[in-house]
Nanobody, 116 residues
Framework: QVQLVESGGGLVQAGGSLRLSCAAS????????MGWFRQAPGKEREFVAA????????DYADSVKGRFAISRDNAKNTVALQMNSLKPEDTAVYYC?????????WGQGTQVTVSS
């Protein structure tokens, strides 16, 4: 079982930056790939970024490539999403997810609002 708590969301102007963090409980954090998804009002939840168990492999949605960076610290059981050059279309609730073959664990989400 993994419990995830996101933090770092807020209101920022277009062009600004935010850093989201996700703290995980449990002793098996390093066995999970970790990711971030987001859901805007009236839209389906969509993939944003993911990082492999070791942190050596990352993947990004085309819409955030070059602007967002995902990283993890297995010693601290945390995963972060650095978001730069934010756009109003990045406004959404951002969810942290721990992914395995058997199941995924989701956090409660943190709101990111980008004003134009």
């Amino acid at each position: 079982q993994v419990q995830l708590v996101e933090s770092g969301g807020g209101l920022v102007q277009a062009g600004g930056s935010l850093r989201l963090s996700c703290a995980a409980s449990g002793r098996t954090f390093s066995s999970y790939a970790m990711g971030w998804f987001r859901q805007a009002p009236g839209k389906e939840r969509e993939f944003v970024a993911a990082v492999s168990n070791s942190g050596g492999i990352t993947d990004y949605a085309d819409s955030v490539k070059g602007r967002f960076a995902i990283s993890r610290d297995n010693a601290k059981n945390t995963v972060a999403l650095q978001m730069n050059s934010l756009k109003p279309e990045d406004t959404a609730v951002y969810y942290c997810v721990a992914m395995s073959y058997s199941r995924n664990y989701w956090g409660q989400g943190t709101q990111v609002t980008v004003s134009s």
